[in-house]
């Protein structure tokens, strides 16, 4: 059975940071591109930042110079470290994988920046 857990999400002050992690189980993780999405009330989801299964990485414009995305082959873990977060950062966070037709999804988590 595949599975994709993301933790790591909660309530952060303007400014603050977060680290997000997706622990995957059930496919060959390091054959597969990683990415993370987000969700906003009444937007949609959309993406913020892609590993592929050869460590090559893109950011959207709206996150790059502040979120760093990252995975551990090892650890079948995919991280999203987030720095500098703003309030329209707040959004269900989701991360994704991908190899070929198959593409399967986490369930999210809640990122809410606020003062």
């Known amino acids: 059975q595949v599975q994709l857990v993301e933790s790591g999400g909660g309530l952060v002050r303007p400014g603050g940071s977060l680290r997000l992690s997706c622990k995957v189980t059930?496919?060959?993780?390091?054959?597969?591109?990683m990415s993370w999405y987000r969700q906003a009330p009444g937007k949609q989801r959309e993406l913020i930042a892609g590993?592929?299964?050869?460590?090559?990485?893109n950011y959207a414009d709206s996150v790059k110079g502040r979120f760093t995305i990252s995975r551990d082959n090892g650890r079948t873990t995919l991280y999203l470290q987030m720095n500098s977060l703003e309030p329209g950062d707040t959004a269900v966070y989701y991360c994704?994988?991908?190899?070929?037709?198959?593409?399967?999804w986490g369930q999210g988590t809640q990122v809410t920046v606020s003062s």
């Open positions: 994704n994988a991908v190899k070929d037709l198959y593409t399967y």
């Open positions: 059930g496919i060959f993780f390091t054959m597969y591109d």
């Open positions: 590993i592929s299964s050869n460590h090559i990485t």
